[in-house]
């Protein structure tokens, strides 16, 4: 059975730092291309990140020079991890494979920044 877990959210500052996690279980999580998508309130959910099981990453004009997305296939975890952080960042940020699977989402993580 496939399993998403994802942790890390919390209310910051901004201009503030986290570091998502997201532990992926039931699958041989080398052999897929990650992502980590995050959905604002009355808004689609958009990919932001991805990285394939070799590390080549990708990233969302929105996020570049701001977030860095990370795997450790060992521990089959995928990190995001968010520094300068603003208030449009705010949302429920989850992880899935590149393409997405339907039946794979978590119940995500979230990220609110606010002074």
């Known amino acids: 059975q496939v399993q998403l877990v994802e942790s890390g959210g919390g209310l910051v500052q901004p201009g503030g730092s986290l570091r998502l996690s997201c532990v992926f279980s039931?699958?041989?999580?080398?052999?897929?291309?990650m992502g980590w998508y995050r959905q604002a309130p009355r808004k689609q959910r958009d990919l932001v990140a991805t990285?394939?099981?070799?590390?080549?990453?990708t990233l969302a004009d929105s996020v570049k020079g701001r977030f860095t997305i990370s795997r450790d296939n060992a521990k089959n975890t995928v990190y995001l991890q968010m520094t300068g952080l603003k208030p449009e960042d705010t949302a429920v940020y989850y992880c899935?494979?590149?393409?997405?699977?339907?039946?794979?989402w978590g119940q995500g993580t979230q990220v609110t920044v606010s002074s």
């Open positions: 899935n494979t590149v393409p997405l699977r339907n039946s794979w």
């Open positions: 039931g699958i041989s999580f080398r052999a897929y291309a």
């Open positions: 990285i394939t099981g070799g590390g080549s990453t």
